[in-house]
């Protein structure tokens, strides 16, 4: 922990921040969409879908300077803390904190890692599914740790923020970055109701941070599916309808899409 | 020739400045629209006199990047998966700088079989070598139409320079110019056109807003202007038109079918490129139609 210090920016850290921003903005043209909130300085846990090392990078790069100086990824040690390179970029370029996602001694409790730097006014960026997402869902189960979060600090704001097309940009395995356009939703704040069960916040924390993602994938699997061909080709409208994703997953996706006819 | 875009642009935004000023409030979208439209034309002629500037390196270096963020909307777009990142990849790093390089050495043999013959047949080949079938003929095909349309069609205008025009030699940078005002212009007149008198829509399933009478319209007035601005070109004022003619109409079609891709992919703009005016694509796609083939037709009448 005193390794952290007392998590003002270093000079490299600022170099590290700004310039990774620059190059998330050259690369992907990053733009934040503010659904809910506003930005502003309040004290935040941020919590993202995660597929990919550029996620951090573009959600701190939607984030003013001064907040991002103050806004920490919480990343998981086994894999930052392995080798020597890999602990100075995540500590002493990027300013992460590192958690252990298997802990046994009480010095490593995630939860209380991360609620001192709460304690210390900072917010955090949390990906709440605990690992890259490989798989062909949109979004895996949550882990507690947002719930437990919440529970201890509930004055801290908890934003869902989608991030869009990262996944496609630089996928878990490569190194080098695809440039494709990418936007990042954040979305209202989002507490736990009074005498909410953990599975159920956990939940619906889940399908909020769903619903923000603009373009849901079923939109690729019915168009390239018959029967979903056939029923959307009777109504020839882009209006947006309910619909489900195909086979299997069975999540459904309310999220109006925004394609309306334009005038062009 | 800067002098009377900026006049042109300036009278504009008066004009525009004037209809809002008188307009009820809160400003219709047209207006908003025309507002916005005219902004982003401000943007492009700053960018476009700043490259003339640096001339023949400057008209590439703006056009590779135009092709970089065209491109970029384009792939974004279409349907991908884990196994294309490489090709992707490619595009980006290999095939827009080859293409710019063969523009900026004006080795012609090269530059026009570069994409339709070796990438094409390379891209696919790369894609199967991966071993993913799933999706192939789609994803293959959307890869060819996103270098072909972005980076293929884009390089023609800045290779409108490599043309040695008899008797109009170290004035190329001109060509550009009547190939970029006409179908710009074009662009404008058939929306205004279109917004005065447009009673029939051409093709309603593929966008609201295209009408025969702005077509009509659009076209005649911008052959008046290729015809006025033969001065600037090495054709006579009837030439001029006539090419302005093929030029605009091509310009059209590709508004028309980039439209009918938004369309098929459920968005109503390319990208974010500029807040509230689409992306670069929505501002390209007359262009990208046009270039080509202004391109041939001044090498095979003029050179």
């Known amino acids: ?264 | 020739m800067v002098v009377g875009l900026t006049a042109v642009l300036t009278t504009a935004s008066l004009v525009a400045g004037i209809l809002s000023w008188r307009a009820p409030k809160p400003l219709s979208s047209t207006l908003v629209n025309l507002n916005q439209r005219i902004n982003a034309w401000w943007v492009m002629v700053v960018a476009i006199t700043v490259a003339f500037f640096f001339g023949r390196a400057g008209m590439t270096i703006l056009f590779a990047l135009i092709s970089f963020a065209a491109l970029r909307e384009f792939v974004t777009l279409t349907h991908s998966r884990r196994s294309d990142h490489w090709v992707l990849f490619g595009m980006f790093g290999i095939i827009i700088p080859f293409q710019y390089w063969l523009v900026w050495t004006a080795w012609y043999g090269l530059f026009t079989i570069f994409i339709p013959v070796y990438c094409f047949l390379l891209m696919p080949a790369i894609t199967a070598l991966h071993g993913d079938t799933e999706r192939f003929l789609e994803r293959v095909s959307a890869q060819q139409w996103a270098v072909m349309i972005s980076v293929y069609c884009v390089s023609h205008v800045p290779a409108l320079l490599t043309l040695d025009v008899p008797g109009f030699e170290g004035r190329s940078l001109l060509l550009i110019a009547f190939l970029i005002i006409t179908v710009q212009g074009s662009d404008v007149l058939q929306y205004i056109f279109g917004k005065l008198f447009g009673r029939h829509l051409m093709s309603p399933k593929v966008s609201p807003s295209k009408t025969w009478e702005g077509l009509v319209g659009g076209l005649a007035t911008s052959s008046l202007l290729g015809a006025l601005l033969s001065f600037l070109t090495p054709f006579s004022p009837l030439q001029a038109a006539g090419v302005a003619f093929i030029a605009c109409l091509m310009g059209f079609l590709g508004g028309l079918v980039a439209s009918a891709i938004k369309r098929d992919q459920g968005v109503k703009d390319w990208g974010h490129l500029i807040e509230g005016h689409g992306g670069m694509m929505d501002r390209a796609d007359s262009l990208v139609f046009a270039a080509p083939i202004f391109f041939h037709t001044v090498r095979y009448f003029w050179t």
Request: aromatic share 8%; glycine share 6%.
């Open chain 1, 1 to 264: 922990m005193s390794k952290l210090g007392t998590r003002t920016f270093t000079l490299l850290q600022t170099l590290t921040s700004v310039g990774l921003s620059a190059l998330a903005w050259a690369v992907t043209g990053v733009r934040p969409i503010w659904n809910g909130r506003e930005p502003s300085n309040r004290q935040r846990i941020y919590f993202a879908n995660h597929a990919s090392h550029g996620d951090f990078i573009l959600l701190s790069a939607c984030l003013s300077e001064k907040q991002r100086a103050r806004t920490h990824a919480v990343a998981a040690a086994d894999y930052w803390g392995k080798s020597r390179l890999r602990r100075f970029i995540a500590q002493d370029m990027l300013s992460s904190v590192l958690i252990h996602r298997q802990w046994t001694d009480e010095a490593q409790n995630p939860i209380s890692i991360m609620l001192s730097v709460l304690d210390e006014g900072h917010s955090l960026i949390i990906f709440p599914e605990g690992t890259r997402n490989m798989t062909d869902q949109p979004l895996l189960p949550f882990r507690s740790g947002l719930y437990n979060l919440s529970m201890a600090r509930p004055d801290v704001e908890l934003i869902p923020c989608w991030i869009e097309n990262m996944s496609r940009v630089l996928p878990k395995g490569q190194f080098v970055p695809v440039p494709l356009l990418c936007r990042v939703v954040f979305g209202a704040p989002i507490a736990i109701a009074p005498g909410e069960e953990r599975r159920a916040f956990l939940e619906r924390a889940r399908q909020t941070l769903l619903a923000l993602n603009p373009r849901p994938p079923t939109h690729d699997a019915e168009k390239w599916n018959p029967v979903f061909q056939k029923a959307s080709c009777d109504q020839n409208s882009v209006e947006p309808k309910e619909r489900r994703d195909h086979a299997g997953s069975g999540i459904r996706h309310d999220a109006p899409r925004h394609d309306a006819p334009r005038d062009d």
